[in-house]
């Protein structure tokens, strides 16, 4: 065994190959019945075979003295990340088992399309690639939920096939069309174009007519326990004293329930799968439930509304989805998605769960996200410190940044570990570095008098808006006029200087960007001696000095005229611990620096013209863009992202 299994079969590489061709199967499972196959054909194991063998420790290396240069070679990127997608398997192969339904008593369902229903689905599509986006309309999209696009609408992309839009919009009274216009709209932002946008109330006629065909074969009952007694009897793993009452009752009761004959709460439909079963999912799932609620899309024709267990797999079968992809805590549920469409003879999707998107310092749940909204913990839904899709693209993140993080993640099945805002914010600022143009804005401005410079001067000076701008191009460069008053950032000047310190000090130069060096000469103190109101200093027109430290810098436009006045808003994280959800008192986490807001800062006069869109590098600041509730009175700007780059400095992921 030892020897053959280490040389010619080793059980791992076995694994691997399995894997390479069902990537859908499971691990443990596969593991054991290659080892299982392996005994019936080696012989049991004896007690040597289960001796792990000894690694022999590599003999080190006499040291060398000689200094050799170190080559860094990056590693070729793997398959999966040059194409995320190659994991999925083609639609023509959806005929094989890769779900088994184990139930209490040892029976086995092994949940697979037969011949005639993969070629019947195969005929209806041409053989493409089907997904769906389905969000229930109840709220608005978060970061995980671009994560789930890229998913949905790029398997089907590269594939060359569709992805349908499908509100899940099962829940009446949770659903706003306010939500539903914001996800169509968000969808588009995001750079998707879904296939068609269907609604699950669509099916609710088929829906209902699948119910009764269930009832039918004995596999659905109308039930009368509270929520509290279907709790307790799941628990013990105990039947409802109704599970098993005659077909022909559950079918009126049902009819009755349809009709609006029994009242809210008395009565549910239920799934007759296991009560015994270890996975509470197959514990007899609600089907239906009676809810007097208009539907925001269905209207008043129903009072009776299907249960996300119920319908969610249906409508994937009903619209030919070829990959039905979700986050790894739906795994569970599996076995109660095929259950149901196996009961019924339903052509079978292909399920696939990946690791569900976390980033620190944030909230994901959409119920907590609700209450902040609602409870007016934050401005909005599109709160630019939300992680919410809306919040990311007021504070000026692009969809291609947040495509491009997701890309950067994967989308393994690996665990739900916490990543590092830090990450996304490095693709944010990867993107605005390239696109976004340079100008000079003074958030905290101190006076500075050019005693040098005659009254009433004004000398107009280019700053460049890239980097690298052509000399010749003029679109690249924007006009900075340079007077007798001009405004630093108070941060840039000391009283008491020192050798680390290169802003301005009393007999100190530093340059003004774009402009000449200045040496401090005089401090203007106000009536408190830590009040300093006003710097005095001369300017050197030959440039001839060369200090160190570089300021931003506004000037008055003309003698007499105060700068471009303009609202900065700076965010920093909203909650002070890495993952707030953990936490019982998650709202006491809440980080209340987490917004400030700057009423008067100082702006070059070009930026007067910037409008919503529009996104910048504030020199030394940090990059910004235009916010919603600029008017043409006063522009308000969001900071995006700072120019600190501590993720960027490990290298990208």
Partial sequence: WSLILHFLLPVGGLCGQV????????????????????????????????????????????????????VATAAPPSEEELNPYTIFPQPAENNKVHTEIFFSDGNIWRAHN???????????????????????????LHIGHAKAMFIDFGLAKERNGHCYLRFDDTNPEAEKKEYI???????????????????????????????????????????HQTAEQIKEYREKKMNSPWRDRPIEESLQLFEDMRRGLIAEGAATLRMKQDMQNDNKNMSDLIAYRIKFTPHPHAGDKWCI??????????????????????????DIRRPSYYWLLVALGLYQPHVWEYSRLNISHTMM???????????????????????????????????????????????????????????????????LNKTASRTMVVLHPLKVVITNLEDGKVIDLDGKKWPDAPADEASSYYKVPFSKIIYIEKTDFR?????????????????????????????????????????????????????????????????????????IRLFEKLFLSENPAELEDWLGDLNPHSKEVVKDAYAVPSLATAVLGDKFQFERLGYFAVDTDSTPEKLVFNRTVTLRDSYGKAGPK
């Fill in 19 to 70: 894997r390479k061709r069902h990537p859908w199967g499971d691990a443990k499972a596969t593991k054991e019945e290659i080892e299982k196959k392996l005994a019936e054909i080696l012989g049991p194991k004896t007690e040597a075979d289960n001796v792990k063998p000894v690694k022999k420790k590599k003999e080190k290396p006499a040291k060398v003295e000689e200094k050799k240069v170190a």
């Fill in 114 to 140: 037969t011949k005639e229903i993969l070629e019947k689905h195969l005929k209806a599509t041409g053989g493409k690639v089907m997904t769906r986006f389905p969000p229930e309309p109840n709220g608005y």
């Fill in 181 to 223: 216009d914001h996800i169509q709209e968000i969808v588009k932002w995001m750079g998707w174009e879904p296939y068609k946008v269907t609604y699950t109330s669509d099916y609710f006629q088929a829906l209902y007519e699948h119910a009764v065909e269930l009832i039918r074969k004995g596999l659905a009952y109308v039930d």
């Fill in 305 to 330: 509304y299907p249960s996300y267990d119920y319908a969610h797999c249906m409508v994937d079968s009903l619209e030919n989805i070829t990959h039905s992809l979700c986050t790894l805590e739906f």
């Fill in 365 to 431: 749940s959409k119920r907590k996200l609700n209450r902040l909204v609602t409870e007016k913990w934050v401005d909005g839904w599109d709160d630019p410190r939300l992680l919410t899709l809306a919040g990311l693209r007021r504070r000026g993140v692009s969809a291609n940044a947040i495509n491009s993080f997701i890309r950067g993640i994967g989308i393994t099945r690996s665990d739900n570990s916490l990543i590092r805002v830090d990450r996304l914010e490095y693709h944010i600022r990867e993107e």
């Fill in 495 to 567: 009283v008491k200087d020192s050798k680390d310190y290169y802003g301005l000090a009393p007999g100190k130069s530093a340059l003004l960007r774009y402009a000449f060096p200045i040496k401090c000469t005089e401090v203007i103190y106000g009536d408190n001696p830590d009040d300093i109101v006003e710097i005095r200093a001369e300017y050197d027109p030959s440039k001839t000095s060369k200090p160190k430290g570089v300021l931003h810098w506004v000037a008055q436009p003309a003698p007499g005229v105060d700068p471009l006045k303009v609202e």
